[in-house]
Structures are given as C-alpha cells and as structure tokens.
C-alpha cells in the first residue's frame, strides 16, 4: 500500500521559515518525481509549487523561486521542503504528489500525479 505522509506543519510568525517532509511508503522513491502543492483557504489547488525528478532536478514556480528548496533522500524515503520567509499568503494546506517518472517531463497538474498526501497545515500570522 502506498502512502505519503506530510509532517512539518504549524504556525510561523511571517518571515519565518519552515521545513516540510512527505515520507513516502509502498513505492520506491527513486522511480517517482515528487511534487509539492498547496490549496489555500477558499481558493482552488495551486498547481505544483515544486518538483523532485528522478534525477534530483528540480523545477519551481515563479512564486515559490528564491524561497523555497525541494530536495530528495531516497535512502530515507523521504522529500523535504525547505520554505523561508514566509508570508501570511503562503497560509495554506500543503500536499505532496508522486508520479512515475520515465519520461523525463514535468509534471505540473494535481491529477497528473498517482498518489497524494493527506496534506499538513501551514499557518503563517503574527
């Protein structure tokens, strides 16, 4: 069975940074691209903020570039998001993707992915 548990979660003062983790389970890491979306309250899913490839590359979006650092251990099976200066916009449910990743495309839709994370809380206010 697959699992991807996001932890790393809470609340941070804006400006702050934060460290999110997805440990995967029931696949190998090292055959998957893992990405990292959010939904904000209200809002519809962002599409991805960031992507892990096979290969260690990475991909961020516009808005997440210069704040953000995905990175990959697959020994531990493990996906960390590094966030910094942190902002009450980023305030939002967080959830990692994984697909698998022969291709070598990005893959930047929330249903481009096979399997989800149940999501951790990310609350940026003073």
């Known amino acids: 069975q697959v699992q991807l548990v996001e932890s790393g979660g809470g609340l941070v003062q804006p400006g702050g940074s934060l460290r999110l983790s997805c440990a995967v389970s029931?696949?190998?890491?090292?055959?998957?691209?893992i990405a990292w979306f959010r939904r904000a309250p209200g809002k519809e899913r962002d599409g991805a903020l960031c992507?892990?490839?096979?290969?260690?590359?990475?991909w961020y979006a516009d808005a997440m570039a210069g704040r953000v650092t995905v990175s990959r251990d697959n020994a531990k099976s493990t996906v960390n998001l590094q966030m910094n200066s942190l902002s009450p916009e980023d305030t939002a449910v967080y959830y990692c993707?994984?697909?698998?990743?022969?291709?070598?495309?990005?893959?930047?839709?929330?249903?481009?992915?096979?399997?989800w994370g149940q999501g951790t809380q990310v609350t940026v206010s003073s």
């Open positions: 993707a994984a697909v698998t990743d022969y291709t070598g495309n990005w893959f930047f839709q929330w249903d481009d992915y096979e399997f």
């Open positions: 029931g696949l190998r890491l090292e055959d998957y691209a």
């Open positions: 992507i892990s490839d096979r290969a260690g590359d990475t």
